[in-house]
């Protein structure tokens, strides 16, 4: 290579720097450039394999009182024993977490919480600033307070997750649905997340109105599940009352899990104080996200199995139907395939070929 090639080339791969006069000041720039050539691949950093990743930033949605923050507790229990992740996977790599959290009481909630989930309580940690900004007491803020968070990590020594809920509580004085404002604070708490290598799992609310596309179930600007890595919801499970879903919505650093099912178990703890707890369990889940959330809107309408088996009788009153156009028909009437299933195996509906070259149709 010349001489001159040799320069250039440690042009390029050097940070810049240079002064630049604007408006009669001077500032400083810098760039970058990273030539693919010289960086050494690594694997994602799994915690909870499909959920959370060290370094990275995930969410989690869902209405209330579907358990949202009993999960996250079960997640750090399991990180402070090295218990094994539902349904009976690799073990967890043993660490602790700090929670950030606005809506529950440490002494009366989180605390027995974390003992019902058989926590390993010295790896739980309740992070709660004491900021004071012009005399008076300052909220923790996820735009300017990151540092302090920081120290907080570095106290702690083994920090693997860390819980912010709800994270709208904690993004400052922003507007929540102004993609710009709401990236100009988890983007940067993103790339805290990378700097520090630790997961970092927000938990919010869904938006006033249904949303039937999972990816908009998550209040405030699309820039919520834009910026993160990993996004899930909590849902009722369509076929069951007493089940609840934990169910993937995005995954941009890896192949989407399957849905987790799980229940509310309760059971009582130090000073006769009964508690919450999740109860996984092993039985299947085949209904995506997205599904679920059209079953879910299909209930809010008075929508159900019987309603769809009115909609079949009616549809094949005349006669067979297409299925193509049977499924088209449903969809458009808010009923999900996993009711449509249902309703069809109740009145013995049969799919039948038209001829060896014809499509399937409906029938009673």
Known sequence: MSTFGREADELWRAQRLRLVQTNGQAREESFTLTCLADVAMVAIDWIWEGYLARGKLALLGGDPDMGKSVITI????????????????????????????????????????????????TKLHVFKSALLKNGKRKT????????????????????????????????????????????????????????????????THPPKQHQGNSLRSFAGSFAF????????????????????????????IGRKPLGLGYSIGCKMVGNHIEAPFIQWDDSPVDVTADEA?????????????????????E??????????????????????????????????????KEGFDGGWSWRL
Not at 94 to 108: H, K, L, Q, V, Y
């Open 293 to 313: 959330l059209a079953a879910s809107a299909a209930a809010a309408r008075g929508d159900s199995v019987e309603n769809a088996e009115e909609f079949l009788r």
């Open 140 to 203: 923790f803020s996820l735009q300017d307070d990151l540092e302090l968070l920081g120290e907080a990590i570095k106290r702690v020594g083994d920090v693997q997750s860390i819980v912010v809920d709800a994270v709208t509580s904690y993004m400052g004085a922003i507007d929540s649905h102004k993609t710009a404002e709401v990236r100009a604070v988890l983007e940067p708490l993103a790339d805290f997340a990378e700097r520090t290598r630790v997961g970092i799992l927000g938990v």
């Open 225 to 252: 599940v834009a910026a993160p890595r990993l996004a899930h919801i909590v849902v009722a499970d369509p076929e069951n009352k007493q089940r609840k879903l934990l169910l993937p919505v995005k995954n941009n």
């Open 74 to 121: 079960d997640m750090a229990a399991r990180l402070s024993k090295g218990l094994r992740w539902p349904p009976h996977k690799a073990l967890a790599r043993t660490g602790s977490t700090i929670f950030i959290c606005s809506e529950d009481s440490t002494t009366d909630t989180v605390a027995p919480r974390a003992e019902a989930a058989g926590a390993d309580l």
């Open 315 to 352: 549809l094949l009153a005349n006669g067979p139907v297409d299925s193509k156009a049977g499924e088209e028909a449903a969809k458009e009437a808010g009923i999900s395939i996993r009711t449509l299933k249902r309703a069809k195996r109740n009145l013995d509906v049969v799919s039948k």
